[in-house]
């Protein structure tokens, strides 16, 4: 049995009170196969084929679309899908293995099929925050010249090139800040020693 550290506990509970997620479901019969074809047509709507003559849509939209006509859950169906908005951790109680999943599946990616005592759901992550592995990416957006592309953004809603002059200048301001306040403490430090010295 591993013994959990108390500031490892104090860390996870944190973050399982700050993580928060904005998450769609497709809930289908138990059969892989339909769950799989599903899938694959939502993806064919969001890069269709170069055979086909229609435009591409975004992963949302499509996926938004395939849960009013194909999903076994009433509740969520008219919503296209939608759990919810910021939910936080465990906000999906009667089915744990969809609010682990919500956690942990790649953001803006169609995953599943995940098995429930329900049957079988397909999940798509809009949002997400305080998770270490979507980086400095927390959610997706709608971009490009036709609107059909996933941007994925940080939580002020800049795109990835913007990061890096936020974390400069950052940066410039914590060691500007580290050599003010060393200078002072030299001062001080050079007064009490002139004090002592007297």
Excluded at 6 to 32: C, G, M, N, W
Excluded at 186 to 195: M, V, Y
Aim: charge should be negative; aromatic fraction near 6%; glycine fraction near 8%.
């Amino acid at each position: 049995m591993v013994v959990q550290s108390p500031f490892d506990k104090i860390e996870q509970d944190f973050q399982a009170l700050t993580r928060r997620v904005t998450a769609y479901h497709i809930l289908l019969p138990k059969s892989t196969d339909a769950a799989l074809k599903l899938k694959q047509k939502i993806r064919n709507r969001v890069n269709p084929p170069k055979s086909r003559d229609i435009p591409p849509m975004y992963v949302i939209d499509a996926f938004n679309q395939a849960a009013q006509r194909y999903s076994l859950d009433d509740e969520t169906k008219l919503n296209g899908g939608l759990l919810g908005e910021m939910l936080p951790q465990g906000a999906c109680r009667r089915v744990p293995e969809l609010d682990k999943a919500c956690f942990e599946v790649p953001l803006g990616h169609v995953a599943g099929p995940i098995e429930t005592d329900y049957g079988y759901h397909l999940l798509i992550v809009e949002e997400r925050t305080n998770c270490a592995q979507d980086g400095v990416h927390s959610k997706i957006v709608r971009g490009g010249a036709d609107g059909a592309n996933a941007i994925y953004v940080g939580p002020s809603g800049n795109e990835e090139g913007s990061d890096f002059s936020r974390l400069a200048v950052q940066q410039l301001a914590l060691w500007s800040g580290i050599f003010v306040a060393g200078g002072i403490l030299a001062e001080l430090a050079a007064t009490a020693a002139d004090a002592i010295d007297i």
